[in-house]
């Protein structure tokens, strides 16, 4: 949501390193640098829509709020982990330097347009970022004929498939309601989430707490990943809700089953992993939110939020912390800043979701009160990560 990367337990640098400016040198620098900023400004810029200081706007309300969350905050994310991954995965270089700064400019021009009036490009630029992430990822990992991550490709193609068809819709070029691309989106996400949990967050544990015992068994890894895919075709052919209900419902079983089986208990004292494991709860909610608002018993905003800032929220600012330190040569341990920011959006989370559930009343008041605390959370990450991204390694690696 959204970005997880196995780092080595970095050791104390034997000598100050060069001081340089260090941004382009990994995908994960920029990448993550601009979707904290852009996390902690665009709960501004939303309130500037609502105040009618953009009125001329292309994308404006809930939908550029859907939209900018996920094809603007965590995709970026997203693309910054797979840059960085997919050199270790492969032995290849992933984009640096010009090629990278290109990208992260593309990305950022995506942002602009959606606040101007110039819908076409807008679209373009929004649907041309992922295709030129996948081909960008693609050389590496078929140089080195890595075919067990040609699935990441895949996934970016389906999103740059995915706001292309949001894009057509919201111009009246097909007429397929907006959101049919927001929840495709949303599915590839949650698919994403739960395929590179399943790879680092029980590693992490057991290398992080000795005696965790953290484990996965086989058949439950199938049918956690077949559901959530079967969910994403359900949701692309527009069946019915009884169909996503269906789903839904064994599949938030299927992956609390195996939340337990990775002792997410055995991690209260090591808030790097606790955050990890706190964050991948909300897979098991999100899915028994959609089955209930299937049926009409919740709003759908409740099932998506569960999803986005729950789960999403929580997994990014625990592994943004995580790649910061391990591939900048730092300690795997969270300090009093770190551990600041996995509160306030895990307190997100909760507000934005459990307090409209139990008090609908106060929706209006619970949407502000999680304004507040994700825009703190990301915006603390930005602040205090700005060093750490655009200095060089510690231990003067490349990187």
Not at 5 to 14: D, E, F
Not at 335 to 349: E, K, N, P, R, S
Request: glycine share 8%; with cysteine; charged share 10%.
């Amino acid at each position: 949501m959204a970005p997880f990367i196995a780092v080595q337990r970095a050791q104390p640098p034997l000598a100050p390193a060069p001081a340089f400016f260090a941004l382009w040198q990994l995908g994960f620098r920029p990448f993550y640098l601009l979707a904290s900023a852009f996390a902690a400004l665009s709960i501004g810029l939303w309130a500037l829509q609502f105040a009618g200081w953009l009125p001329l706007a292309y994308l404006q309300g809930p939908l550029w709020h859907a939209h900018e969350m996920l094809f603007g905050f965590t995709l970026a994310v997203i693309v910054g982990f797979l840059f960085t991954a997919g050199r270790n995965w492969s032995g290849q270089p992933t984009p640096v330097g010009l090629p990278l700064a290109a990208l992260a400019a593309l990305w950022v021009a995506g942002r602009v347009l959606v606040l101007t009036p110039f819908g076409w490009a807008a679209a373009i630029v929004n649907a041309a970022f992922p295709l030129a992430c996948a081909v960008a990822l693609a050389i590496p990992l078929i140089t080195a004929r890595n075919r067990r991550n040609y699935f990441f490709i895949g996934l970016l193609l389906v999103l740059s498939g995915a706001a292309l068809a949001f894009h057509l819709s919201a111009l009246g070029v097909i007429e397929v309601p907006a959101w049919i691309g927001i929840q495709v989106a949303l599915d590839v996400l949650l698919l994403i989430m739960a395929v590179m949990s399943g790879r680092v967050i029980p590693m992490f544990t057991n290398n992080g707490v000795p005696g965790a015992n953290a484990t996965t068994h086989p058949l439950l890894e199938k049918a956690a990943l077949g559901s959530l895919a079967a969910l994403l075709i359900v949701d692309a052919i527009g069946l019915p809700p009884l169909a996503v209900a269906a789903i839904a419902v064994p599949a938030a079983l299927v992956h609390l089953a195996r939340w337990l089986l990775w002792r997410p208990w055995k991690t209260l004292n090591n808030s790097i992993v606790l955050v990890l494991h706190l964050a991948y709860a909300w897979i098991p909610v999100h899915l028994a939110l959609r089955a209930l608002a299937s049926g009409g018993w919740v709003s759908p905003s409740l099932a998506a939020h569960a999803l986005t800032v729950g789960a999403a929220g929580g997994l990014i600012i625990g592994m943004m912390v995580r790649t910061a330190r391990g591939h900048t040569g730092r300690m795997l341990r969270a300090d009093q800043f770190d551990t600041a920011c996995f509160v306030l959006v895990l307190l997100a989370a909760l507000t934005r979701v459990l307090v409209p559930l139990v008090a609908p009343s106060q929706t209006i008041t619970a949407v502000l009160g999680s304004a507040a605390f994700w825009t703190l959370g990301f915006g603390l990450y930005a602040v205090r990560y700005w060093p750490v991204l655009t200095r060089p390694r510690l231990d003067g690696r490349p990187g």
